[in-house]
């Protein structure tokens, strides 16, 4: 028997793999597992708010009570149905649209010879970069009416025009507004693929006699299926799951989606009906992210196959250039540079729909605080509030970057060197599992956990240091991917045959398996810290007023209706993210969304 | 002295089972090749030896020292083992240049840097790449980036050197030399070598002993002679050697005393070998392409005339093939030969150069 340990303790101290991987099951099932069995358990036990609504109900007993309520009662409509509904609705019209113009301008920028392409290329992808909301904010700017309140946008003052209310807020907006964001998603994935087709495949098919189209349906298409495959459950996952477009879209009309829904139930402190919602939203996840697998699964070997890179001979675009070129242009001026000018324009405006010089002010940058305007909030350079939030906006995405970029890669050492094991698939799987918690669902069990202290960890209610958690368990899915992904293109003798030279692992980690991962890791770091900067849903419930972010101080002065301020804010958060990602790439010559792919 | 002892040591893989139950001794100083198939598990072995693969069962020593052994609750990592690995791939790391791969084992080891600085000297010395310290992997050629492996290796003065199937990227010139540079190398260092390769021909011009393994099992092991003149069973016999062995089935009959070997193309007299006494049952014959004697008409009683099939003429032999019935011989001549297609030829085997198997158990009979 103690030989038998003997034999695990020395086999355990040389393999740095599974020490990692137990450090690895033991902290997720702290931070991933335990609060998901937490929501689980809300549902099916009364709760505080539940007891004033059911008669003889006593707290923490078991019940189905709230499932009841959500799937069968008077509620189930307003509760259950019209959300699921609305965000059905809204995640397939959204995917359709990114996906087709996703495709279209990845097709059109690695395949044929559209000028400028690199400047275009960077140019398109803005949108990855920025808040999914913040062309919402934009669209409020123009389409503004003032039937449902606030001030009125920029077509009803200016232009004169009654614009009606489905163009103003509910679901046309909100799925314009996604679909500007999200083709950005299709179109990083969809460049990748369509770069690694060897273009003798293709070749190949034409000396076979395909035609043009043959080619397209037979070759192209099975080839780029695994891409497709990654965008439709990105898109639909993530916009079904969003929640500040249709916060801001949906809320002034009481259109209600499922994550905005659950926001107002937890507002509420109806917790088990939230939680109920938030098991929907996972359940639909899940679905989606498994009938790709099943159908996608085995070809997905297509994509990481090496080509050559470009296509020789890109096709000609002819007289049809001239037209592509200058559509380009309109599009790029519609969704970034019209948004971001009337964005700047909107802060200096002294009332919020006058359009005239003699309106504009600087009061909203420099102003002292006035207790005439915006109920004497300083402007934003003179500001305590905003500096304090930038100051933790910056803190927050520079450590969840640094953590999580080697997180990613510990994650990714332990699964790839136990490949084929049980615990490898079971890390792999755990680590991504927050993709599919709901942000605000999941935020408000972390908040119930750490309020008080919980096992060895201290209460952390208010504090930074939840924030930080929150944020690095929720990009554990992509830094874990991004790890895998790295870890892959590293061959497992390069490290062995340094531990056989005697390299302590420490060294060979640092020395040898870190440098020939620095562009997976950088990208990643870019992407979590992208994120970071972005998160909104995931953070409202947990700041307090002096751990504030850029992204929660932009939505409690959007529920003041301080125009301004939220457009100022906004700049000022667009401004970090560009830079960081100028900054990023200096340092690393690594590709946006490197590592988006949920393949 | 053994060096290394396997004792019954086994992998499996789920169900796949690479290496059955191996027991090796390997001696001090000898140059040791695993020789077998692709999948036969060479590489497995190996990578137990070294610690990059650990063992379902059975255990492993060195020096007298146990390695590895479940039961005596023993599990030396790679890092304590001490030994020299060269890869395949030659794993040189791409982001350091010649002398970094060389030295970042070294000061692992706490190696004074002043001697770090002579053993690179010296190992580049002996695989002739001065002048190329300042490299990256990717500035050099195939055969340079397996020197540096090489030069690695050999830098780290272990007495234990393990090699997977180092020259098999290389292009056939420059494996015959490097063959005689590993050759070279190993009588100056005498390190106790295990080498894999699934080519024979490497096997037999550079080991002190052979083993031949298929299956996960080793089937022979023995000297490159043994290996090549008696080997144990008919695995062996088709894989070593080319032109490959020929074989040839038959029966023995006694006639006047005398055993003979026969089939539809040939009749041998067994004159002076103790034949096996298995009359009238099947039985296969192999022997070897140079052991086989011509003669252009059929002066010798020993065969009816043979069809010549194919002339191969190699510079500095000629492989003719043989057809008779369904009996085909492939015969090792030296030099041209003036032999041509659809030539009527006779043959002359010295029976002493004959080994026998048995058709169901493929083993040899002696
Ligand atoms: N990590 C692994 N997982 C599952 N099976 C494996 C693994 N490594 C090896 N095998 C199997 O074990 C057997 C032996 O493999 P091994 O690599 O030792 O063969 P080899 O003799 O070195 O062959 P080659 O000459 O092709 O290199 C093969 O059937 C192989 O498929
Ligand atoms: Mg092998």
């Not at chain 1, 699964?415 to 680590?431: H, P």
């Not at chain 2, 379902?56 to 020593?61: A, D, P, Q």
Request: charged content about 15%; hydrophobic content about 45%; overall charge positive.
């Amino acid at each position: 028997m103690s030989k038998t340990l003997k034999f695990y303790r020395a086999k355990l101290k040389s393999k740095p793999e599974l020490t990692l991987s137990i450090f690895f099951i033991i902290v997720f099932s702290f931070l991933i597992v335990v609060p998901f069995l937490k929501m689980i358990h809300t549902t099916f036990t009364y709760q505080s708010y539940d007891l004033r609504l059911a008669r003889g109900a006593v707290q923490g007993a078991f019940t189905w009570f709230h499932y009841q309520r959500v799937f069968a009662s008077d509620l189930t409509k307003s509760f259950f149905i019209t959300p699921l509904l609305n965000s059905i609705g809204v995640g397939f019209s959204v995917t359709i649209i990114a996906m087709i113009l996703g495709s279209l301008l990845a097709w059109l920028f690695v395949r044929t010879d559209i000028p400028h392409r690199k400047f275009f290329q960077t140019v398109i992808v803005v949108p990855y970069m920025i808040p999914s909301w913040v062309i919402a904010l934009a669209w409020q700017l123009f389409f503004q009416n003032t039937r449902i309140g606030g001030q009125s946008g920029v077509l009803s003052t200016f232009f004169h025009i009654d614009v009606p209310d489905w163009l103003s807020y509910g679901f046309v907006p909100i799925v314009i507004c996604l679909a500007l964001h999200y083709y950005s998603y299709t179109f990083l994935l969809m460049s990748g693929a369509l770069q690694t087709i060897d273009s003798e495949l293709e070749e190949a098919g034409s000396i076979a006699g395909l035609k043009r189209r043959e080619i397209l349906r037979k070759i192209t298409f099975p080839l780029v299926l695994p891409a497709l495959g990654s965008s439709f459950v990105l898109t639909v996952t993530r916009s079904m799951g969003t929640f500040g477009t249709p916060a801001l879209l949906g809320l002034p009309v009481r259109f209600f989606t499922i994550p905005t829904q659950i926001y107002a139930m937890i507002n509420a402190r109806n917790m088990g009906d939230s939680f109920v919602l938030a098991l929907v939203l996972i359940v639909m996840a899940i679905t989606a992210i498994s009938i790709n697998n099943k159908i996608i699964g085995v070809r997905k070997s297509f994509v990481t196959m090496k080509g050559k890179g470009f296509r020789a001979k890109p096709m000609e675009l002819g007289k049809a250039k001239p037209v592509l070129v200058t559509l380009l242009i309109v599009f790029i001026i519609m969704i970034i540079v019209l948004p971001i000018i009337m964005l700047t324009w909107s802060t200096f405006m002294l009332l919020p729909d006058n359009y005239s010089f003699s309106n504009l002010t600087s009061h909203f940058w420099v102003g002292k605080s006035d207790a005439m305007i915006s109920s004497g909030e300083p402007g934003i350079f003179l500001n305590r509030g905003v500096l304090r939030a930038t100051l933790n906006s910056v803190k927050l995405g520079v450590l969840a970057s640094i953590v999580n970029a080697f997180l990613g890669l510990l994650i990714g050492y332990s699964v790839v060197k136990n490949r084929g094991t049980r615990i490898s698939k079971l890390i792999e799987g755990v680590a991504f599992a927050p993709y599919v918690f709901p942000g605000i669902a999941f935020s408000a069990i972390y908040l119930g956990m750490f309020s008080k202290s919980f096992g060895p960890i201290p209460a952390m209610y208010g504090t930074f240091a939840l924030i930080l958690l929150i944020v690095i368990v929720k990009n554990l899915p992509f830094s874990s991917r991004s790890g895998i992904a790295a870890m892959l293109q590293v061959d497992k003798s390069l490290e062995e045959t340094a531990s056989i030279q005697g390299i302590p692992w420490l060294k060979r980690f640092r020395l040898i398996i870190l440098p020939l991962c620095k562009s997976g890791f950088v990208s990643g770091m870019l992407l979590t810290f992208i994120t970071a900067m972005r998160e909104l849903s995931l953070v409202i419930l947990l700041v307090a007023p002096n751990t504030g972010l850029l992204t929660t101080m932009i939505f409690s002065y959007k529920t003041q209706e301080q125009t301004q301020h939220v457009n100022g804010v906004t700049l000022i958060l667009l401004v970090i993210i560009i830079l960081a990602n100028i900054i990023i790439k200096k340092f690393a010559n690594t590709k946006t969304g490197q590592s988006i792919n949920l393949g | 002295m053994s060096k290394i002892s396997l004792k019954n040591l086994t992998k499996k893989y789920g169900s796949v089972t690479a290496v059955n139950g191996i027991n090796l001794d390997v001696i001090e100083g000898e140059f040791l090749t695993l020789l077998g198939p692709s999948g036969c598990g060479k590489t497995t072995t190996l990578r137990m030896i070294a610690g990059l693969e650990e063992p379902t069962s059975g255990e492993l020593y060195s020096d007298k020292k146990v390695l590895f052994s479940k039961e005596k609750g023993v599990y030396v990592p790679p890092e304590m083992r001490n030994l020299g690995f060269m890869f395949q791939s030659y794993a040189l790391w791409p982001h350091m240049n010649v002398t970094r791969n060389i030295t970042l084992g070294l000061e692992s080891k706490k190696i004074p840097s002043s001697e770090i600085k002579n053993r690179v000297n010296d190992v580049l010395n002996k695989v002739q790449l001065n002048g190329y310290e300042d490299r990256y992997p990717s500035e050099l050629s195939g055969g340079q980036q397996q020197r540096v492996a090489l030069a690695r290796m050999v830098a780290a003065k272990s007495d234990i050197f393990l090699m997977d199937e180092p020259l098999s990227n290389l292009d056939a010139m420059l494996r015959i030399d490097m063959r005689s540079e590993l050759k070279h190398l190993h009588n100056e260092l005498g390190a106790t070598t295990v080498y894999v390769t699934h080519d024979q021909v490497e096997a037999l011009t550079l080991s002190d002993r052979i083993v031949v393994m298929n299956n996960g099992k080793i089937q022979q092991c023995d000297t490159p002679e043994a290996i090549y003149k008696k080997p144990q069973n008919l695995f062996i016999a088709k894989f070593v050697g080319s032109p490959p062995i020929n074989l040839m089935k038959g029966i023995i009959v006694k006639e006047d005393n005398s055993l003979f070997f026969k089939n539809e193309a040939i009749k041998l007299e067994l004159k002076g070998v103790t034949a096996p006494e298995t009359e009238n049952s099947e039985i296969i014959a192999a022997v070897r392409a140079e052991d086989i004697a011509v003669s252009p008409s059929s002066s010798e009683k020993q065969s009816e005339a043979f069809n010549v099939y194919s002339v191969l003429p190699a510079g500095s032999e000629t492989i003719i093939t043989l057809q008779r019935g369904d009996t085909e011989l492939a015969v090792k001549l030296s030099g041209f030969s003036s032999t041509k297609m659809n030539d009527s030829i006779s043959i002359k085997i010295r029976p002493e150069k004959i080994s026998f198997f048995n058709p169901k158990t493929e083993e040899l009979i002696l």
